[in-house]
Nanobody, 119 residues
Framework: QVQLVESGGGLVQAGDSLRLSCTSS????????MGWFRQAPGKERESVAR????????YYADSVKGRFTVSRDNAKNTVYLQMDSLKPEDTAIYYC????????????WGQGTQVTVSS
């Protein structure tokens, strides 16, 4: 079993930055492909960023490319999402998720952290 706990959300103004953290407990963190997702009120959950097991490969949604950076520290069992130049449309609950090697779907999810960007 893997437990994921997000932190770092909050209320900021447009143009500000936030760094989200997601810490894992349980099985070996480096065995998991990690993703960040978000869900805004009335909208479907969307993938924001993903990072491979060693951090060598990353993916970003077009809406955040150039503004968000995903990274991980396997020694600390933590994945980060650095969010710069935040926009009001980035307002959402942000979730981290873990996908085990060989799995198609994400197996574990955190409880989410609220990010609110005011204009």
């Amino acid at each position: 079993q893997v437990q994921l706990v997000e932190s770092g959300g909050g209320l900021v103004q447009a143009g500000d930055s936030l760094r989200l953290s997601c810490t894992s407990s349980g099985r070996t963190f480096s065995n998991y492909y990690m993703g960040w997702f978000r869900q805004a009120p009335g909208k479907e959950r969307e993938s924001v960023a993903r990072i491979s097991w060693t951090g060598g490969t990353t993916y970003y949604a077009d809406s955040v490319k150039g503004r968000f950076t995903v990274s991980r520290d396997n020694a600390k069992n933590t994945v980060y999402l650095q969010m710069d130049s935040l926009k009001p449309e980035d307002t959402a609950i942000y979730y981290c998720a873990a996908r085990a090697t060989g799995s198609i779907n994400y197996n574990y999810w955190g409880q989410g952290t609220q990010v609110t960007v005011s204009s």
